[in-house]
């Protein structure tokens, strides 16, 4: 039982949070003020741009495209920083669970461990892909359009920047064209780092609730073998089980609107991004169709996260709940089993992660979300 490999899930939430400044055991508001004030003037930009041609259906469906990511990502690192006080809280709580002497047998270290790894790798294997896109979609005008510029010297229209923003003078020659180009470029990490940050945090500590969830049914199992210590270890498992309550309901208050607005959010961007993939499947260069797929697949990746998150934490209540009805509960003495028939009576009410604290996210979610946004793909088709 290794603890140092378990330690690695924090250890990469804090390099990530650490470059934005917002790491909540370590705030740094001289970072956070610089990048969510770049980023505020260039969403500012972005929506002026908008409105100058919000009569042409196309142009504003291409400037959505990356004006909402922009906002959520926006959203995301001021909503973090909102919040440090309660993820300072939560995370000093769940480093209480990184010590060996708090699982007994190796099955409740492999139960913690199991969701432990599945937050590491989803973080390894998300993150080069959100940093893909952000980096294929950065560059995409040097791999279509820039090209025709070189026919095109001295016209600006042959100019095209990376994002759709309202510049207040015209781009006449390369110079100015590269000084525009390179200003965009703190775009890509911004967004990279706070869109994945502020869910790599979320992943971290809900499977953690997942992982102790997994533990205590483990030590539900294993008390009712040993008669010994009823006393003790009821005692402990009964104030475990609140615990882990409380943290999930925190858990829950801190990202509920966040994640009502990323629901949102990724079901308008998979349908403009999907409009984008058609276009470019019938006209356009093969480098835009896969730079518009390697986004969509980022938000999509986004999505499920959120989805199998929540699905795991209703199968955990659930299991959970079993544990305590299959102990030998009736052969406890009389105060102990009123104990654990309270814990098995709140256990049948599983825990959830919600959008809003009305929609429940579970994998049927996913299918809902990605069909949802189909409907309005088809719709939006029909419009342009």
Not at 209 to 217: F, H, T
Not at 237 to 264: E, M, P
């Amino acid at each position: 039982m290794d603890i140092s490999k378990a330690m690695e899930l924090l250890t990469l939430n804090q390099r990530v949070f650490a470059v934005m400044g917002v790491w909540p055991l370590s705030i740094d508001d001289r970072i956070f003020t610089f990048f969510a004030g770049y980023m505020a003037i260039h969403c500012c930009l972005e929506y002026a741009e908008l409105i100058q041609y919000i009569d042409n259906l196309e142009y504003v469906v291409s400037n959505l495209t990356e004006t909402w990511t922009h906002t959520m990502s926006l959203f995301k690192l001021s909503a973090c920083r909102y919040n440090v006080n309660q993820l300072r809280r939560m995370l000093l709580d769940i480093e209480k669970d990184y010590m060996i002497d708090k699982y007994e047998t190796p099955e409740e270290w492999q139960a913690f461990y199991k969701y432990n790894r599945i937050g590491y790798k989803f973080m390894k294997i998300s993150l080069p892909v959100i940093i893909m896109a952000a980096v294929m979609y950065y560059l995409k005008p040097l791999t279509g359009q820039l090209s025709t510029s070189k026919a095109l010297a001295g016209n600006s229209s042959a100019y095209v920047i990376p994002y759709r923003t309202r510049l207040f003078f015209e781009i006449t020659d390369l110079r100015t064209y590269v000084m525009v180009y390179l200003y965009q470029m703190p775009v890509v990490p911004i967004v990279s780092l706070s869109y994945s940050g502020t869910d790599y945090l979320l992943i971290t500590l809900l499977f953690h609730v997942c992982g102790q969830l997994a533990v205590l049914s483990q030590q539900i199992k294993n008390t009712m073998v040993h008669s010994y210590g009823y006393s003790h270890k009821i005692s402990q498992i009964v104030t475990k089980h609140v615990r882990l309550i409380r943290l999930a309901k925190a858990i829950d208050k801190t990202y509920n609107l966040l994640l009502l607005q990323q629901i949102f959010g990724v079901t308008l961007i998979i349908c403009l991004v999907g409009y984008n993939v058609i276009v470019n499947w019938q006209s356009g260069p093969l480098i835009h169709l896969f730079t518009y797929l390697i986004y969509i697949s980022a938000m999509l990746l986004v999505l499920l996260s959120y989805c199998f998150m929540g699905d795991c934490l209703m199968n955990e209540s659930t299991s959970l709940c079993d544990a305590f009805y299959n102990c030998e509960w009736y052969n406890v003495p009389p105060q102990h089993a009123r104990n654990l028939l309270m814990c098995m009576a709140r256990a049948k009410v599983p825990l959830a992660l919600t959008a809003g604290k009305f929609y429940i996210l579970s994998l049927q979610s996913f299918t809902d979300v990605t069909k949802t946004s189909i409907a309005i793909l088809s719709v939006l088709r029909k419009f342009l």
